[in-house]
């Protein structure tokens, strides 16, 4: 039985969080929004210039520590480091903690890119460096911007909303192809099996079913991220710029890890 909407959930948010919503509003309030809008782009720019190509891992923050979805991402996380990449996450607990923690287990690094929400999420104790950010589209831009492979584990609406984002972007050729690996086999079989139903009903192509990798493999995980993302960008060693002193900028105590060929 489907409980009513009264019984599940109350909506708490505040104003700056939901006020692009409200539609036409006096043209200093919109302006004002584009100004707090460009500072978290700035804010993001500033954050993420020094920290090399990454990997992102999406999941949900509910699992705990000895869930085999975590353990797994944990594994995924190390992995992606000993690749050369930045491990980044939301930030949060379960899945994107697991993550990071993976990434600090063979000394890589490891930031979280944390989304404001009225339940406040504390950034997990294994990260470099993260940033706090209002709006989930701010962040989507900064995740795409700055990672060469998506990892998409088990998790709810928002990680399902990235997994989707990120494939509609390339099938719709407003990204160049990148790697995604959608982890959790048994978890997101009825997710796969709808994707099949698209096809056979062809509200999408026989090829868009191919835009990420369905597995529960590691290896096979690496290798798909070693293919698309390392070999297919030719990236053969992270450019390392250097940060300017004047600005503020400073550089992360972290590895400096190169990407393998």
Known sequence: MIETQEEV???????????FLEGPRSRWRELVF???????????FRKFHFIGPCVTVFGSARFKETHPYYKLAREMGSEISRLGFTVITGGGPGIMEAANRGAKDVKGRSIGCNIVLPMEQQP?????????????????????????????????????????EAITMMQTGKLTRFPVVLMGLDYHKELQAHVMRMVEERTISPEDANLYLF???????????????????????????????????????????????
């Open 34 to 44: 584009i100004f707090d809008v460009v500072k978290e782009f700035l804010a993001g």
């Open 124 to 164: 997990n104790k294994y990260l470099d460096s993260w940033l706090n950010i209002n709006y989930f589209f701010v962040r989507k831009v900064l995740l795409t911007k700055y990672s060469y492979a998506f990892v998409v584990m088990p998790g709810g609406y928002g990680t399902l909303d990235e997994f989707f």
């Open 9 to 19: 959930f109350t909506p708490v948010s505040s104003p700056k969080e939901t006020s």
């Open 215 to 261: 597995t529960d493999s590691v290896e096979a995980a690496v290798a798909h991220i070693q293919r698309y993302a390392i070999e297919g960008f030719g990236l053969k060693k992270r450019k390392v710029y250097k940060p300017i002193g004047i600005l503020g900028e400073r550089r992360l105590r972290a590895r400096h890890a190169t990407l393998s060929n």
